[in-house]
Structures are given as structure tokens and as C-alpha cells.
């Protein structure tokens, strides 16, 4: 793929003045990221730009906070289709459309602390979900910088 997919019609690179034009003014501004509890979904800025979104299930703490200290908030559930995926879908509906092209080792944060959710990296669809219960949990675009591959690729579960 040559170019991730947009959120929510903001893409990579998007400067926070086109990204509050497009969604309005952030929710809260955390961890040099801004944040939508209501839209289910939270964009991380370098530089004042979009560098990275992640769209969220419902009940989910914001990701861009660590671990350790995830906040009192959750998210609304993310409504909508990110590059083919959404919230919720199976991991059937998921083979029908690609395969994954590795699995990438999670890494524990609020929206995870135990870091235990599968995760796969889709590199055609510009991007990485995170499985749970054979569901669609959370949308990475593009594949979250701070996950690295693990040795072999399971199929999702």
C-alpha cells in the first residue's frame, strides 16, 4: 500500500489546526496526542502533525498514556471502517478479505495493560489490529512504531 489509510477523513502528516477543522476541538490533549472519547479514537502528533491513530472498542483507556497511569476516561466505541476493518469484526471476515503479513508482539498500555491482545500486521492495508476473543479490539494506522515482530505468524484468534 502506498499510503495509509485515513481516520475518520484525517490522513498521516495532517496538522493539528486541519485535524481540529475536520473534528473539532480536541476532547483532552494527552501525551502529545489528541484525544476523541466520544469518536473512539485518538491521534498522536510529532511536530504538530498526525503521526499515528489508533481507533478503539468501547471501555478502552487512551493508549498514548502509559501503562502505569491510564486515566480515569474510556472510549466510546469507534464507529466506522478504517482501510476495510472496523470495531468488532470476526477474524473470519477478516481472512476473507487478506491475510495478515506478521504478528507483532503487543506491547502492555492503558488501553492494554497486560499486553495480551494479538496483534497483526496488514502492510497491503497500511495497518495492524489488534485481536481479542476472535474480534477486532483496536486499529492501528500505520502498524503502532512501537511493536516489533515476533518470530512466527499464528493465525488470529
Given at each position: 500500500?502506498?499510503?495509509?489509510?485515513?481516520?475518520?477523513?484525517?490522513?498521516?502528516?495532517?496538522?493539528?489546526?486541519?485535524?481540529?477543522?475536520?473534528?473539532?476541538?480536541?476532547?483532552?490533549?494527552?501525551a502529545g496526542g489528541c484525544v476523541y472519547w466520544s469518536r473512539g479514537v485518538?491521534f498522536e502528533l510529532a511536530g504538530g502533525r498526525v503521526q499515528r491513530a489508533?481507533?478503539?472498542?468501547?471501555?478502552?483507556?487512551?493508549?498514548?498514556?502509559?501503562?502505569?497511569?491510564?486515566?480515569?476516561?474510556?472510549?466510546?466505541?469507534?464507529?466506522?471502517?478504517?482501510?476495510?476493518?472496523?470495531?468488532?469484526?470476526?477474524?473470519?471476515?477478516?481472512?476473507?478479505?487478506?491475510?495478515?503479513?506478521?504478528?507483532?508482539?503487543?506491547?502492555?498500555?492503558?488501553?492494554?495493560?497486560?499486553?495480551?491482545?494479538?496483534?497483526?500486521?496488514?502492510?497491503?492495508?497500511?495497518?495492524?489490529?489488534?485481536?481479542?476473543?476472535?474480534?477486532?479490539?483496536?486499529?492501528?494506522?500505520?502498524?503502532?512504531?512501537?511493536?516489533?515482530?515476533?518470530?512466527?505468524?499464528?493465525?488470529?484468534?
Amino acid at each position: 500500500m502506498e499510503r495509509a489509510p485515513k481516520v475518520l477523513g484525517v490522513a498521516l502528516g495532517a496538522s493539528r489546526a486541519e485535524l481540529e477543522a475536520r473534528l473539532g476541538p480536541c476532547e483532552a490533549l494527552e501525551a502529545g496526542g489528541c484525544v476523541y472519547w466520544s469518536r473512539g479514537v485518538e491521534f498522536e502528533l510529532a511536530g504538530g502533525r498526525v503521526q499515528r491513530a489508533v481507533a478503539h472498542s468501547k471501555g478502552d483507556r487512551s493508549s498514548l498514556r502509559s501503562a502505569a497511569e491510564p486515566g480515569e476516561a474510556k472510549f466510546r466505541a469507534f464507529a466506522g471502517d478504517v482501510g476495510g476493518a472496523r470495531i468488532g469484526q470476526s477474524v473470519s471476515e477478516i481472512e476473507k478479505q487478506s491475510t495478515p503479513t506478521q504478528r507483532l508482539r503487543a506491547v502492555p498500555t492503558a488501553a492494554d495493560p497486560a499486553g495480551e491482545a494479538g496483534v497483526y500486521e496488514y502492510a497491503e492495508r497500511g495497518l495492524a489490529l489488534e485481536i481479542s476473543e476472535a474480534r477486532v479490539i483496536r486499529i492501528h494506522v500505520p502498524i503502532a512504531p512501537a511493536r516489533a515482530p515476533e518470530a512466527a505468524l499464528e493465525p488470529p484468534r
